[in-house]
Nanobody, 127 residues
């Protein structure tokens, strides 16, 4: 069993930056593909980005490519989402999720493929 806790969400102005953290307990994250998703009010939860179990490769949704970066530190069981050049449309609750080791090489953008989820952290981008 893996417990995930996101943190770092807050109110930020357009163009600003935030770094979200996803800390795991109960089990090491080193064998898990880690994804970030977000859900805006009245919308479906959508894929933001993913990082492989080793941390060597990442993929992102087109809407955040070039602005968001995912990294991980398996030694401290934490995954990060660095968000730059924030826009009002980035306002959402952000969730991290853990999936199987090989998920990165398959359908990593599919929510149902992830086994564990955090409770989410609110990011609000104000204009």
């Amino acid at each position: 069993q893996v417990q995930l806790v996101e943190s770092g969400g807050r109110l930020v102005q357009v163009g600003g930056s935030l770094r979200l953290s996803c800390a795991a307990s109960g089990r090491t994250l080193s064998s898990h593909t880690m994804g970030w998703f977000r859900q805006a009010p009245g919308k479906e939860r959508e894929f933001v980005g993913v990082i492989s179990w080793s941390g060597t490769t990442t993929n992102y949704a087109d809407s955040v490519k070039g602005r968001f970066t995912i990294t991980r530190n398996n030694a401290v069981n934490t995954v990060y989402l660095q968000m730059n050049s924030l826009k009002p449309e980035d306002t959402a609750v952000y969730y991290c999720a853990a999936g199987g080791r090989t998920l990165y090489y398959t359908d990593y953008a599919t929510k149902a493929r992830y086994d564990y989820w955090g409770q989410g952290t609110q990011v609000t981008v104000s204009s």
